[in-house]
């Protein structure tokens, strides 16, 4: 698989030559030659709609504690495999998950009647995003504290700004145009951490960062 514009070359071992591929799964994650997750989040998807599926033909009637409990551990597990790496790039990536979940509220036939958000504040479940942008926050908190050893610790640099606004542990944000490095998690995290107020951040442990961060979750909101 080549990666970015430069000239395609063949590679061999011996007098075999090496097939060139558009897509190459890594450690769960299908990832393209132009750096994208469009490939990565239709598979996902089409897990999820099947393991749906499969759970409607099993079950004829849910209700909310049985839908709950089957959806956040068969189907939401699937669109959430490996999300810090492969997170949507595009718009049109994050809805197709989104739909996944969309189609799963409406199992519930007490709910059909229901806004999609409706339907979420019934399930006491959230959209898809948040919980993405969500755990981001909680993986960048734990970075920063060095749960993870320097070499994840290096990636993010404390700001040089002189500002006095936001909080003591906000880091700089490298320059790119490229939407794929705009959308790593090393890029597209530091926005909203940088936002967050210095009581969430400076949080002892990752349970009281938690607890802090759903406390006030209009910032997430946002996003």
């Known amino acids: 698989m080549h990666l970015g514009d430069s000239k395609v070359n063949t ?3 011996g007098d075999v030559s090496l097939p060139v591929v558009r897509s190459h799964k890594d450690l769960g994650v299908t990832v ?8 990565h989040c239709r598979e996902v ?21 049985l839908f709950t409990t089957l959806y956040t551990s068969l189907v939401r597990t699937k669109l959430e495999n490996c999300v810090q790496a492969g997170s949507p790039c595009l718009k049109g990536d994050s809805d197709i998950l989104e739909k996944v ?6 199992a519930i036939p007490e709910l059909r009647g ?3 958000k409706e339907r979420l504040e019934k399930l006491n479940l959230f959209t898809l995003s948040y919980r993405r942008l969500r755990g981001d926050l909680i993986l960048m908190y734990r970075i920063l504290r060095n749960d993870f050893g320097p070499n994840l610790f290096s990636l993010f640099l404390p700001t040089r700004s002189g500002h006095l606004r ?9 320059r790119t145009n490229k939407i794929p490095v705009a959308y790593r998690f090393s890029h597209r995290v530091i926005n909203t951490w940088n936002l967050l107020p210095e009581a969430v951040v400076s949080a002892p442990s990752i349970d009281s960062f938690k607890k802090r ?3 006030d979750r209009s910032i997430l909101e946002k996003e």
């Open 114 to 116: 229901l806004s999609y």
């Open 213 to 215: 961060l759903d406390t």
């Open 11 to 13: 590679y061999n071992i």
């Open 101 to 106: 979940q969309r189609a799963a509220t409406r």
């Open 166 to 174: 936001g909080h003591s542990r906000r880091v700089e944000k490298p």
């Open 32 to 39: 393209s030659n132009d750096l994208k997750t469009t490939a």
């Open 45 to 65: 998807a089409v897990k999820g709609f099947r393991t749906l599926w499969a759970l409607k033909r099993t079950f004829t009637k849910f209700d909310t504690t």
